[in-house]
């Protein structure tokens, strides 16, 4: 790839990036109320996202007898800190640091 094409290309990307960012806050300024279907997607789009991570992360791990403790640690521990906490991204990062540990220390 040249330089200009390497230009072009990083440009078209801060380009496609920024309208991602700002055109919501275009489309639906303060004051404004969103329609009902947004508001919609905004309450249940998260738990699909969510759902979604949980399946695809868990896609490939096997549950037998001698496989998937770590996992199931995990989750357990990611279960209990957010029904104790309530804060997802302590939620995620202590679940992922635990399960790091257990897959590269103890199993």
């Known amino acids: ?3 200009m094409q390497s230009v072009i290309t990083i440009s078209i990307v801060v380009l496609g990036t920024m309208l991602t960012r700002f055109l919501p806050f275009l489309i639906f300024p303060d004051g404004k109320t969103p329609p009902p279907y947004i508001r919609y997607l905004g309450t249940v789009l998260p738990y699909a996202v969510i759902g ?4 695809y992360c868990l896609k490939d791990a096997v549950f037998a007898p001698s496989h998937g403790l770590p996992e199931l640690i995990a989750i357990a521990f990611i279960v209990f800190l957010h029904k104790w906490r309530k804060n997802t991204l302590l939620s995620i990062g202590a679940g992922t640091v635990l399960y ?3 897959v590269q220390h103890v199993f």
């Open 52 to 55: 979604l991570l949980v399946v």
């Open 1 to 3: 790839m040249t330089a």
């Open 100 to 102: 790091m540990i257990l």
